[in-house]
């Protein structure tokens, strides 16, 4: 364990290869905080270039994972699942196991997405998976991310798969044992007559009417989609190119990561060109309000919302903090302001302890600010926060290209 000022690092150590994804029980894949599960939230998720996927249990400190699954090759993303609600099952959810037993993982190997029912691990090491959703999505090309729906009633869960052909396949989450693809829906991001592009990041919109997710890609453009009318996006935006900074110049504002605030006001897109684009949503339809160019000197490789403060009640009281990392291996806090923001979000300055000296040099503007930045060093390729951890709270999990996975507290008020 380091600490530097007020900032306290840990290495979780297991891995024989780069980290490449991460995923906390504390939120689902879309960044939305699973409250229910809270008494349990205390576990961390993650894939590496070396095959296997890893269970961490936060609870106990413990800096090796208590769970190893083999997977057939690199995993490329990570999600915690629905619980599995057999209703025959008699396995006791108590004792020091409770970590094994009380979720279902997923992975994004390949083409293929396969989950693991954590409740009938008889070893440390887990071999054969529980379901494998290759009939199911029907994925041609590799898969880069996976993300569930949130909670929105009894029996309405979907998973979404990103992939490198150009489509987002959503398939009901109930019926992930089916072995038919009648249950899923294809959303075409980034197929047409003239264009082919990845899609690199989907994400589920919390809080809205109906099921919808945004998606995007290599063709530097954001789609909000209806789940339920897959033919066409209810909403598309070219991010273009900046003329501000070098880095800006030289790199296309692909869209390497997204994420949405707790409220589902704004999504958040990071770019290649190391810039953010912040959207609102007006009438179903995406408004570009903000471009942060300054936001790093590389890619974004993550960006999130830490929804630090579950005590308060106003559904958008996490939107204006936020976190972004990037290839120049820097960890970012952002103050998102006023202007962005609606009534009821709280000031992060009334969410992180700073300390008077970074007080005294932070302008007063009500625009997007940082705030505070760790400088991690690595190249990062995922980022997840927690939530509810007695052990780990208010902490930032950096996944980057060594074998450790990084967790930095951060002081709270």
């Known amino acids: 364990m380091i600490k530097e000022g007020n900032v306290t690092s840990t290495k979780l150590k297991g891995h024989q290869g780069p980290v490449l994804c991460l995923a906390h029980s504390g939120t689902n894949t879309s960044g939305v905080s699973t409250a229910s599960q809270s008494s349990a939230a205390a576990s961390l998720l993650s894939g590496s270039e070396d095959s296997t996927s890893r269970v961490w249990d936060l609870r106990s400190n413990c800096v090796r994972a208590s769970l190893c699954i083999k997977a057939p090759g690199a995993v490329l993303s990570v999600s915690f699942g629905p619980r599995w609600t057999d209703p025959s ?19 994004s190997v390949g083409n293929s997405v396969l989950g693991y029912d954590l409740r009938y691990a ?24 996976i993300a569930f729906s949130p909670p929105r009633r009894q029996r309405s869960l979907h998973l979404a798969a990103a992939d490198d052909a150009g489509c987002v396949r959503v398939t009901d989450a109930f019926a992930l044992s089916s072995t038919s693809s009648k249950n899923h829906r294809i959303l075409h991001h980034g197929i047409s007559e003239t264009n082919m592009a990845m899609v690199t990041s989907v994400n589920f919109r919390p809080h809205c009417k109906h099921l919808e997710l945004a998606s995007g890609g290599t063709d530097c453009t954001v789609k909000l989609w209806d789940v339920m009318k897959p033919k066409h996006p209810i909403s598309s935006h070219l991010i273009a190119n900046s003329d501000a900074g070098a880095n800006q110049v030289c790199n296309p504002p692909m869209v390497h990561t997204m994420a949405w605030s707790p409220s589902g006001r704004l999504l958040v897109a990071g770019l290649g060109d190391g810039s953010c684009c912040i959207f609102g949503v007006e009438n179903r339809s995406l408004i570009p309000v903000s471009r942060l160019v300054d936001a790093h000197s590389g890619s974004i490789a993550s960006v999130l919302f830490p929804a630090w403060r579950q005590d308060q009640a106003h559904v958008a009281a996490n939107d204006r903090l936020m976190v972004t990392t990037g290839n120049d291996g820097e960890i970012a806090f952002w103050d998102l302001g006023d202007m962005l923001c609606a009534e009821g979000a709280l000031n ?30 690595r190249k990062p390729n995922w980022m997840v926060t927690s939530l509810h951890d007695p052990i780990f709270p208010t902490t930032v999990f950096i996944a980057d290209t060594s074998n450790e996975i990084t967790a930095y507290q951060m002081p709270t008020r």
């Open 348 to 377: 992060p300055l009334d969410i992180l302890n700073l300390g008077e000296s970074t007080l005294e040099n932070l302008c007063l503007s009500d625009q997007p600010k940082v705030l505070s930045a760790i400088p991690h060093g």
């Open 122 to 145: 008889s070893s440390p090491v887990i071999v054969e998976p529980s379901v494998d959703l290759s009939n199911v999505l029907e994925s041609a090309d590799e898969i880069n991310q």
């Open 89 to 107: 099952d008699s396995i006791a959810r108590d004792g020091p196991s409770q970590v094994r037993r009380d979720y279902s993982v997923f992975l």
